[in-house]
């Protein structure tokens, strides 16, 4: 596809890219890429350990084939690990410092940088290619003693935070894609909210892939302490290219005894046209250790964007009363394939967990359902609840469940329903009849059939996702 | 690692070179893995790997079969029977039934059936199975009488490998219920890896059970292929308890338009049992019906798996599938696992799956106990109204009563 058709394509609105000059890394994947990226963020020595650590177990590992979206090999050598816009190499003190077209790109992409601009009370950390390019709010959060900040900044400022809780719940091994961010990890967001204190406004992190041949491995990190809260935002966007991107990102979340972190995702990276060509292939590995006695983690997603998605967003359940969230709303159309689910690992007393997913299918679409549901032994009195459903529109699309329960404990119960269906004909006739046209009616009976997962998104969030499920299934009724 | 068994073609007597050369090709197959593991997706909660390596020394398929065994006649119900020992056709019986209407003979290894998901057990029965029997059953004959297979194994076997392939055919608007009767109280241990395939002409009807007589210390594992034509039936019904390890991998086809599937399970565990049943059930074609109900009794080390599959194909619109599991634990140790799992690719579908697995009810014991009911027997109460909803689907009166007969006898044995 020609730039300037990219252009006039009005289906993806984020599709465009900004036009700044860029550091990049040498191309490929090799100790010294990992040195540069180190160098450049002028890490502690200890962090370029790690960093070669993960390096050297990735080389004994082996990309996981079991998944059912195939992707063509991905050639690591022709990757870039670090795209930085020049302007941003001495990250800038204040606003006025970062580049215009990167403010630009933001206010395009409707996501306020500017304090004074922003009204609805949401701190942002912008995350540019490889680079985290501002943070809004920070003083307001200082003086609660929370710290949001981008990861680099807290690798050098609270070495001591990092070094306890980064790889705690994403162990340095662990699989083939979280190794490969634990080496090669550019930037991403950390926050760390003290003893008692509940977060004053929303915290969010904006992601844009912008340089052509990069992938973005950002590394997210958040502590509750005791008896803390703190919501945060996560959404994404990229411009649109006919090549593949790869996006294998980490999120580790630990909640210690009374806290609880609320975790929401709008997904929404280029997904290819619709042909299936380019897009962006979204590995990513997301995970949170409820720690702490009653502590919870609550996992809230909406995933309409990416060629490939392929994410398990899990909860380690460790303490006793803790309880564990997952609610989902995978949308997939055209080529797009996305294979999503989440894990709950209940270990400690009375723990509980619910599952809410939803899948929606359309054109040449596949959408998978895929769980895992563990009560381990000493987990007595637990629960859990699954519901996944999944939406079929058009025969051309598939939708999958593959759950996965294992109980191991007596008193504990786990309960597991899920339905596949299409749209009621009635209730498309009983729309049109009220004189909605197909698509209007389609976003009605869709948007009533995600209900249970939008109303976990923050307001200003389930507004936009709401838009978002119209949008992506725009044209695949009639 | 130490291999832990030792299997040779050789060891088959009177088989062509051709033949010859076949099993050895599979059995060179199945030794590039071994026995499979929880690697393996069929296999997700189970490592028969460990779970053979620890309980056998050396695993050999050269037993050889005792001459003559007695075996002990169902008088419960009227019956025709067959009689199988190690896996070769001994007897048989049809005194119920008008002449030359069920064909029977040995299975003829020439043909060959594949199965949609080659698994390492597979190789092995292709490159090791002898005996079996090949049933067919006339064209508009319906038998008036179930069929029980006596299955018993000689007492000899030990740290062996039984392997067989059994077929059945029935004709059009024939009908059979067949009752799989394994009789073995053997306290030996061997592995028996079996092989059955149905095939359901139009308008056919079969009702499949399988039960055991006995406790006894071997290992199952059977995959049972079925295609099923156009206005066809088959209900499986798997009562079998008490095995040690036993393993049931049952592939259905809907081939044609209204064939109809169910699998009934109810299955009450104890000791350290392991049962295990493995379903995928292919909607190849449009208005076709799959029906699914497990239900697991856990008590003890024992473990119960399912894992069913539902396969709806592009052009399979208008299928109605269902499936359920749910399963009683009474004992910390022991532990289900399910993996309920759909795959539709058509749209008017109507699938759904639910799975469960809990504690007994205690507020419900607590009742029966405010009601003069010992706690024991409330267990059981409340046991046998699980299962009970299985029980009832059991076909023929005669054969219903002998059946729940038997589970009873199991609960309270645990």
Same mark, same amino acid.
């Given at each position: ?16 890219t ?10 490929g ?26 390096f ?71 995350? =540019?290619? #490889?680079? &985290?390019? *501002?943070?809004t709010?920070?003083?307001? /959060?200082? +003086? !609660?003693?929370?710290? =949001?900040? #981008?990861? &680099?900044e *807290? ?5 001591? /935070?990092? +070094? !306890? ?16 961010n ?13 003893p ?7 915290l ?11 992938g ?6 958040i502590i ?26 980490n999120?580790e ?32 590995t ?23 998605t ?19 709303i ?26 809410i ?13 895929r ?17 996944c ?61 995600c ?18 499920v ?9 | ?81 067959l ?26 290894y ?34 008036k ?10 007492e ?23 009752i799989?009767?394994?009789d073995t109280?053997s ?175 205690l ?29 009832e ?22």
């Amino acid at each position: 596809m020609k730039t300037e058709d990219l252009k006039n394509n009005k289906d993806y609105k984020y599709g465009f890219t900004t036009d700044v000059e860029n550091i990049r890394s040498p191309k490929g994947l090799s100790e010294e890429t990992i040195r540069f990226i180190s160098n450049i963020k002028k890490e502690p020595k200890w962090m370029l350990e790690w960093r070669l650590k993960a390096f050297n177990r990735l080389k004994a590992l082996k990309e996981p084939d079991w998944q059912k979206p195939k992707y063509p090999k991905i050639n690591y050598q022709d990757l870039y690990y670090y795209s930085a816009p020049k302007s941003a190499s001495d990250k800038p003190k204040s606003l006025g410092e970062i580049d215009p077209k990167i403010l630009e790109t933001y206010k395009k992409l409707g996501i306020p940088l500017d304090e004074q601009k922003r009204l609805n009370g949401i701190a942002v950390d912008a995350v =540019f290619d #490889s680079v &985290s390019v *501002a943070t809004t709010f920070k003083d307001e /959060l200082t +003086k !609660k003693g929370i710290i =949001f900040c #981008s990861i &680099s900044e *807290a690798i050098q400022k609270h070495p001591d /935070l990092v +070094k !306890k809780y980064l790889g705690s719940v994403i162990p340095l091994s662990d699989h083939y894609f979280a190794t490969l961010n634990s080496a090669v990890f550019t930037d991403g967001s950390f926050v760390y909210i003290p003893p008692n204190t509940k977060c004053p406004m929303e915290l969010s992190t904006y992601f844009r892939i912008n340089a052509s041949e990069t992938g973005q491995f950002e590394r997210t990190l958040i502590i509750a302490d005791k008896g803390s809260y703190v919501s945060y935002l996560e959404g994404c966007t990229a411009p649109m290219r006919d090549e593949n991107q790869l996006h294998a990102a980490n999120v580790e979340l630990v909640a210690l005894d009374d806290a609880e972190i609320k975790y929401s995702t709008v997904q929404n990276w280029y997904p290819g046209d619709e042909n299936g060509v380019g897009g962006i292939y979204n590995f990513v590995t997301k995970r949170g250790a409820c720690r702490g006695k009653n502590s919870k983690i609550s996992w809230t997603q909406v995933e309409t964007g990416s060629a490939i998605t392929w994410k398990y967003p899990s909860c380690i359940l460790q303490g006793d009363n803790s309880v564990g969230e997952f609610y989902s709303i995978a949308i997939t159309n055209n080529h797009q394939k996305a294979d999503t689910g989440t894990k709950m690992i209940h270990l400690g007393k009375n723990t509980k967990s619910k599952i809410i997913s939803k899948g929606i299918s359309a054109g040449k679409a596949d959408n998978m359902y895929r769980g895992l549901v563990e009560v381990k032994n000493k987990a007595s009195n637990s629960r859990n609840y699954t519901q996944c459903d999944s939406l079929l529109m058009g025969n051309k699309c598939g939708a999958h469940t593959i759950p996965y329960i294992k109980n191991n404990n007596s008193t504990s119960t786990i309960e597991h329903e899920a339905t596949t269906t299409k749209i009621n004909e009635e209730q498309l006739y009983y729309c049109n009849q009220r004189g909605l046209d197909q698509e209007e009616a389609v976003s009605l009976i869709v948007n009533g059939f995600c209900k249970e997962v939008l109303q976990q998104l923050p307001m200003e969030f389930a507004v936009e996702a709401q838009k978002l499920v119209a949008i992506s299934l725009e044209g695949s009724v009639g | 690692m130490k291999n832990f068994y030792n299997f040779k073609v050789d060891n088959i007597k009177g088989i062509s070179a051709q033949e010859k050369e076949f099993r050895n090709k599979e059995l060179d197959l199945f030794s590039k893995n071994g026995f499979p593991n929880k690697r393996e997706e069929a296999w997700k909660f189970t490592d028969l790997n460990t779970i053979l390596s620890k309980n056998f020394a050396n695993i050999s398929n050269d037993y050889v079969s005792l001459k003559e065994k007695k075996f002990e006649f169902i008088k419960e119900f009227d019956h025709n029977y067959l009689y199988v020992l190690d896996g070769k056709l001994v007897s048989n019986e049809f005194k119920f039934e008008d002449k030359n209407k069920v064909l029977i003979k040995e299975y003829d290894y020439k043909k060959q059936i594949p199965v949609r998901n080659q698994n390492s057990l597979n190789l092995l029965n292709n490159a090791l199975a002898t005996g079996g029997y090949y049933i067919e059953i006339t064209k508009d004959y319906k038998l008036k009488k179930p069929l029980v297979i006596y299955n018993q194994f000689s007492e000899s076997i030990k740290e062996q490998i039984v392997s067989y392939k059994n077929s059945l055919i029935l004709n059009e608007n024939s009908e059979l219920t067949i009752i799989n009767y394994t009789d073995t109280n053997s306290k030996n241990n061997f592995f028996v890896n079996s092989f059955d395939y149905f095939k359901l002409k139009k308008d056919s009807y079969l009702k499949n059970i399988f039960i055991n007589k006995d406790r006894c210390n071997c290992y199952f594992h059977n995959y049972l292929k079925s295609d099923l034509e156009q206005n066809t039936n088959l209900d499986n019904y798997i009562l079998s308890t008490g095995l040690k390890f036993n393993k049931i991998d049952i592939e259905i086809n809907l081939n044609e338009e209204n064939a109809k599937s169910s699998i009934f399970s109810a299955l009450s565990l104890g000791r350290e049992e392991h049962q295990e049943i493995k379903s995928s059930i292919n909607h190849n074609f449009k208005n076709c019906q799959s029906y699914q109900k497990i239900k697991n009794v856990l008590n003890d080390k024992s473990r119960g798996v399912y894992q069913g599959k539902i396969f709806v194909k592009q052009e399979a619109q208008k299928t109605d599938a269902y499936q359920l599991s749910k399963a009683l634990l009474l004992n910390d140790n022991a532990e289900f696992d399910a993996k309920p799992e759909l795959e539709i690719y058509a749209d008017d579908v109507k699938c759904s799956h639910g799975s469960t697995s809990g504690s007994i009810d205690l507020n419900s014991i607590h009742y029966l106990k405010s009601r003069g009911i010992p706690e024991k027997e409330a267990f059981q109460m409340l046991i046998n109204g699980f299962l009970s909803e299985i029980l009832e689907k059991l076909p023929e009166d005669d054969l219903k009563k002998f059946l729940t007969q038997k589970i009873g006898r199991q609960i309270n044995g645990c």
